[in-house]
């Protein structure tokens, strides 16, 4: 079995004889897809590569802060484009990432290397660096560098802080780990940017968002049975306020109800799909949310699904579209 280190050896020689590279983060991007292709990016920026980095979804505002956030973008011509290399960053599987029907169009050969850490994840590429027992990709992102001893500079330092404290909560959720934390210790010495970080990640609901939170906060419901606290979100609720304003909220919930095992937070999105958010102590959810399409870590996951949630006297539901 070929060890994490000869794959990232494997990685760095791929990286080192490329001369175009794409890079892909996953549709409705994270802090983490983000902070670590980004990350990359700047890295290979450094190094006069010729780069092109891709997400479906355009990154949304609170990730602002990161260095060269603008260069990605959404548009699907670029895999019409000939690479050398094509880099994926924290995706189970193409279809999640949003690109399964793109990637066919890359003129053949190129290398193809998958980078996450979710334990779902379908090993779908040339090259499969999925650490299981990381925090987040930025974390595998980290390793990497350490395994190469590449130069941490601030732009690539804030990228993979950004994805370390997003995706373990800012170090209170189970994803949290010695590495992680000695990792970001080592970040904040290269220079990373904490409290940009925490300004626009933590520190940046508005009024309009508390009151939309609030309003969540009132439909908690828990089921006694599976020990389960569940809420959720109306596009409607959102009053024209992106999306985005709600996340993080099964993060929140699962820091703050003490003593129930599982939240679920259901957020329907008004396009006949509803996105749903697992959190739980002790329970395996990646199972669950695999069975519903999705996928993620056993304690932390999530999945899409097709209806809409409908309220009622005796309740809400989902009625199927």
Known sequence: MTSPAQLFGQVHEEIRKADRILLVAHKKPDGDTLGSSSSVLNWLLREQKDVTVFCLDVPPPTFRYIDNIHRYTNDPAVFEKPYDLVLIFDSGDLRYCGVDQFVPNIPKPYTMVNFDHHVTNEHYADINIVLTDASST???????????????????????????????????????????????????????????????????????????????????????????????????????????????????????????????????????????????????????????????????????????????NEGARIVSV
């Open 138 to 312: 930025a974390e595998v992102i980290f390793r990497l560098y350490e395994e190469g001893n590449i130069f941490l500079d601030p732009k690539m330092a804030t990228s993979l802080l950004t994805g370390l404290l997003t995706d373990t909560s800012n170090f209170s959720n189970a994803a949290t780990n010695v590495k992680s934390m000695e990792a970001a210790g080592k970040l904040l010495a290269a220079g990373a940017r904490h409290q940009d970080i925490l300004k626009h990640t933590l520190h940046d609901k508005s009024i309009e968002a508390l009151k939309i939170w609030g309003l969540m906060l009132s439909r908690l419901h828990y089921n006694e049975k599976y020990d389960v606290v569940s809420t959720y979100i109306l596009k409607n609720d959102l009053g024209g306020q992106p999306k985005e304003i709600v996340e993080g909220a099964s993060n929140f919930l699962n820091a703050v109800t003490g003593g129930t095992d599982t939240i679920l937070v259901l957020h329907d999105l008004g396009n006949g799909t509803i996105k749903g958010s697992f959190r739980s102590v002790n329970r395996d959810i990646s199972k669950v949310a695999k069975l519903l399409g999705g996928g993620g870590h056993k304690k932390a996951a999530g999945f899409t699904v097709a209806g809409r949630i409908e309220e009622t």
